[in-house]
């Protein structure tokens, strides 16, 4: 039944970054400020377990950590301005391969699921744009906040926190 709802959210996710990619939204996402605070995300899914962080799976936390290797890698060329197409077109595979593994191998409460979802989503958004666009500030830099939040809502034991702003 998990499996069936993944793919479910799987299919609506890329069906939205579809409609995404085609343009119309694009420039409308460009034009606003991401400078989200707990609340905004709070609002559309981000949630404690009761005032606690949520607890973590093996997986999560190796899924997670190889998505913050990989953007830590990239940074640098980043703010040099110096991301090459085929150097973002490599992190949003990696990833996408990563956020496929989250989905596959993490077996987290559905209150957890939820809340990782919601980065999930900032990830997978942040890696269209990354793909099309390597230097643009809804690219990298979402795909930065969302792993700036993940340790604000799950335990992760020696977390390797993204502090490149």
Known sequence: MMKTLHRF???????????FNSGTLLAETNAIDHQHSHEDHASSGLSLDHGNKWKTDAPLRLGMQSIND???KAAPAYHNEMLTKKDANKLSRQINDQVNYLIENCKLEPGADATLHVLIGDFLTGAVTLSNEPLSPQGLPHIVKALQLYPDYFEHERWNKMTEE
Do not use: D, P
């Open 70 to 72: 990989a953007v830590m």
């Open 9 to 19: 959210l799987i299919a609506l996710l890329c069906s939205f970054f579809i409609f």
